[in-house]
Nanobody, 122 residues
């Protein structure tokens, strides 16, 4: 069992930045690939980015790779999502997930956090 807790969400103006954190705890938490997804009202859960267990490989949704950056610190069992130049359409609940590999499909992930709200105003 892996427990994931996100933090760092909030309200920012367009063009601003936020860094989200996902703290993992539990059996072999650092051995999982980690992903970030987002859920906008009335929309399907959307892949943002993922990182391998070692941090050596990353995978981004093409439309976000220029503004978002994922990293992890296995010593702290924490994954980060740096979001720059935020836009109103980035407003969503952001969720982290743990799974076996880098995958865009949310069904491939085994464990989920509760999410953190990001609101971007114009």
């Amino acid at each position: 069992q892996v427990l994931l807790v996100e933090s760092g969400g909030g309200s920012v103006q367009a063009g601003g930045s936020l860094r989200l954190s996902c703290a993992a705890s539990g059996r072999s938490a650092s051995s999982y690939a980690m992903g970030w997804f987002r859920q906008r009202p009335g929309k399907e859960r959307e892949f943002v980015t993922a990182i391998s267990w070692s941090g050596g490989s990353t995978y981004y949704r093409e439309s976000m790779k220029d503004r978002f950056s994922i990293s992890r610190d296995n010593a702290k069992n924490t994954v980060y999502l740096q979001m720059n130049n935020l836009k109103p359409e980035d407003t969503a609940v952001y969720l982290c997930a743990a799974g076996e590999g880098l995958d865009m499909d949310y069904k491939s992930y085994d464990y989920w956090g509760q999410g953190t709200q990001v609101t971007v105003s114009s």
